[in-house]
Nanobody, 123 residues
């Protein structure tokens, strides 16, 4: 229903930072809650963070609380994930997702997904 494209992934040292971006193509981006998920090799895709339609509510997985920040700019149809204090265990493909409704933490809640962007944290 909405097309999403992630960018900003790359290679970073242990303790470093990266900011991911997710650009949406729809005309009604401001009505969608957005989520970030990640999938490491050989593991299931897991929830990372979510943000509601106007950006005044967020929720994070315990594994990233205090290190990651999700935000959005509806004028640019873009959601961001600022990642600080990165660890090797953060290495994964990161995906953004959109849903029409309140922010959510489950894969099943989201109807639109981006292609993913690789984040690799070296030790």
């Amino acid at each position: 229903q909405v097309q999403l494209v992630e960018s900003g992934g790359g290679l970073v040292q242990d303790g470093g930072s990266l900011t991911l971006s997710c650009a949406a193509s729809g005309r009604t981006f401001s009505r969608y809650a957005m989520g970030w998920f990640r999938q490491a090799p050989g593991k299931e895709r897991e929830f990372v963070a979510t943000i509601n339609w106007n950006g005044n509510n967020t929720y994070y997985a315990d594994s990233v609380k205090g290190r990651f920040t999700v935000s959005r700019d509806n004028a640019k149809n873009t959601v961001y994930l600022q990642m600080n204090s990165l660890r090797p265990e953060d290495t994964a493909v990161y995906y953004c997702a959109a849903r029409f409704g309140y922010m959510a933490t489950t894969l099943q809640a989201y109807g639109s997904w981006g292609q993913g962007t690789q984040v690799t944290v070296s030790s």
